[in-house]
């Protein structure tokens, strides 16, 4: 079939600037940022990425504002949940210690990622649904295994919806989770913010924490807030409309975290009571409260005020139950005072009901940030301490006593409390990841790309070549027999495969050059090595002509084994790419203004790499997420867009939204 291009003034303006228009956002895998101003004065976006060549992952493009050696932990990894306005393919993510994608998929709208331990099992665990109910959520909590694969998904009981702020697994392999649902009761003793006192038949935002059985979802045991604590000893007052009508309850208690100890009891964290409650596992009275208008304790006078937190999250027990970290964001929104936000480390005498403050974890002054809401703290193995900032793009590891080490950005600084980009939570743990997908292979030229999304025990990637389309599939069938993945064993089919080159794993995804001297082999593939030199996986063979125009891409999340095929474009779509680019002049012609003047800084290196390649251009890609979204976008220099098309959010915020983001949680 053959297409008859006629070149308009608008297609002609659109083929040119379309790939100038988007060369600052797609060139990868460069690495993060560092102490770039530029980065955080929104000049590489409101979400700053990296994309990849052999992949439609997108990664997280990170600024290190302080590092420290002590901060890297080989095997240690970040775990977040970039959302907001800006992040247009929110899910639970993964970084190495230097700031690179280790592990993405998007699930949408993802909170609280984190390992746990579950029966002697570590499990990558997140919750993911709907937080379109303003600080709350309706969703399910995800526990996956080491490959990646969804070991437990479950709601909350009772058909109550699962709450978005707590997915916590306790000593005794069960679950904490929080709800929130809309509920009756008598506010006429509560007066708003203008003097007028609420209804008798009045509504609430009730909130509750369940303890469930995650084998069998079984509720063990739940809490409700309004049936142990008084309305007026909330420190949110109820605000105007507030509590008249379901469809605006009155938020009184708000809670965010909870925890159990050795004795079976809990430590629930209220947002709107500025305090820590202390609750019995079996009867759900209110044994003690730390902070707040009825604070039980006593401040140690040497070590300074330890009561004085407020609208704090994510208070966890410490030390055998003797002490308790929290993030004190001392900030509550729009309108309230913008205090420094900081981690409390915490000795509690639970017996004497003394408080001493043991550790404050302040960022340094030019650094200085306060979170109107959100926030985590957790205690590394390394003697660290991890603070993530939630409502900012920014999280910060410090030393035990409190110096900062490490400050991290994952998003511009300038942005920082506007809702365009943030993360509940930040965590760091030792994750081993062995995903049951192949590795994503891309050939162009003389230059191949290799990712394989969530392994974290590749160091180096081998690069093979064969004549046979069918050696890679005979190989494999070998190799499953064998129980074998090792290449280059005895035997008919093993003996097609021949080594070209290998080289170290670079970042997520690793650019290997390929010798002129490989030109006798029509097929390659890659090849995923361990420390020890042995094969995890192999990728699917892709079709090689160093003299095509078009880049080959073989996914390893497709169904089917299309042994040396590919996917590749073909110039017939370069009218597509014209109509397409028309449109993309007028959306990213914003991206232009801000980024021009960075263009030649961020892609000098890359742009020469590129020219001993040729042109690269933009071939079809697969992602099994993205099924039913495929783009087959070609000409011009660059990679293909199929990433940015279809979900990316243009345009600002309608008030309502706005408001919502301002105000959630």
Request: glycine fraction near 10%.
């Amino acid at each position: 079939m053959t297409m008859t291009l006629t070149l308009t003034p608008g297609l002609f303006f659109s083929l040119i600037l379309t790939p100038l228009l988007f060369l600052p956002c797609i060139l990868a895998d460069e690495g993060p940022y560092n102490q770039s101003q530029l980065y955080d004065q929104g000049r590489m976006g409101s979400w700053p990425t990296e994309l990849y060549r052999s992949t439609t992952a997108i990664g997280l493009a990170v600024n290190w504002v302080q590092t420290s050696p002590r901060c890297q932990d080989a095997g240690e990894y970040y775990l977040l949940a970039p959302r907001g306005a800006s992040v247009h393919r929110p899910g639970p993510m993964i970084l190495d210690h230097g700031g690179h994608l280790v592990w993405t998929r998007a699930y949408g709208q993802t909170y609280n990622v984190d390992v746990q331990r579950y029966r002697g099992q570590d499990y990558l665990t997140f919750w993911v649904g709907s937080d379109a109910d303003v600080g709350h959520g309706r969703g399910t909590y995800f526990m996956l295994d080491s490959s990646y694969q969804e070991a437990y998904t479950f709601p909350a009981a009772r058909n109550r919806p699962g709450d978005l702020h707590e997915f916590h697994i306790t000593r005794d392999d069960t679950a904490l989770l929080t709800s929130y649902d809309r509920r009756r009761a008598d506010l006429s003793r509560v007066p708003d913010e203008t003097g007028q006192a609420g209804p008798v038949d009045g509504w609430i935002w009730e909130g509750t924490f369940q303890e469930l059985d995650i084998a069998t979802g079984r509720l063990l045991f739940e809490w409700r807030a309004s049936e142990h604590f008084a309305f007026e000893d909330v420190v949110r007052g109820r605000e105007a409309g507030q509590g008249v009508s379901a469809a605006e309850p009155w938020d009184f208690f708000h809670i965010n975290s909870v925890d159990k100890d050795r004795r079976g009891n809990y430590l629930v964290s209220a947002r709107y009571t500025n305090c820590l409650s202390y609750v019995d596992g079996r009867t759900g009275e209110i044994l003690w409260r730390l902070g707040g208008k009825r604070n039980n304790f006593t401040d140690s006078a040497e070590s300074g005020p330890a009561t004085n937190f407020t609208w704090q999250h994510h208070a966890r027990f410490r030390d055998n139950d003797t002490a308790i970290t929290l993030f004190d964001n001392a900030s509550r929104g729009v309108g309230a005072p913008a205090r420094t936000s900081r981690g409390l480390y915490l000795d509690v005498n639970q017996t004497d009901l003394t408080v001493r403050l043991r550790h404050e974890y302040w960022n340094t002054p030019d650094q200085a940030l306060s979170s109107q809401s959100q926030g985590s703290l957790q205690l590394l193995a390394n003697g660290n301490v991890l603070v993530g900032y939630g409502w900012n793009a920014a999280w910060t590891e410090f030393s035990r006593e409190g110096e900062p080490l490490c400050q991290v950005h994952f998003g511009p600084q300038r942005e920082f409390g506007l809702g365009n980009i943030l993360s509940y939570r930040v965590f760091k743990h030792p994750w081993r990841g062995a995903p049951r997908s192949r590795p994503d292979f891309e050939v162009y030229r003389y230059r191949a790309a290799a990712s394989w999304n969530g392994a974290t025990e590749v160091v180096a990637w081998g690069l093979e070549g064969t004549d046979d389309a069918s050696a890679g599939q005979q190989q494999q069938q070998q190799q499953q027999q064998q129980g074998n993945l090792e290449s280059g064993g005895e035997g008919g089919s093993a003996a097609a495969l021949a080594r070209v080159t290998t080289v170290p794993k670079v970042g997520f995804e690793t650019v290997i050059p390929i010798p002129e001297d490989a030109r006798e082999y029509r097929y390659l593939r890659v090849l995923a090595l361990n420390a020890s030199g042995h094969v995890l996986s192999a990728s699917k063979l892709a079709r090689w002509d160093p003299a095509a125009e078009e880049a080959v891409v073989v996914s390893g999340t497709e169904e089917g084994d299309d042994y040396g095929l590919g996917r590749f474009g073909t110039r017939e779509r370069v009218a597509v790419a014209g109509l397409l680019g028309c449109a993309l002049v007028l959306v990213v012609g914003v991206c232009l203004l801000r980024r021009f003047g960075v263009l030649f800084r961020r892609t000098a290196l890359r742009r020469v790499d590129d020219r001993k390649r040729g042109g690269f251009r933009r071939s079809k890609r697969w992602d099994a997420e993205d099924e039913g979204r495929l783009s087959d976008v070609e000409g011009g220099e660059g990679v293909e867009l199929s990433s940015l098309l279809g979900q990316h959010r243009v345009g600002p915020l309608s008030d309502r939204e706005g408001e919502e983001y301002r105000s959630r949680n």
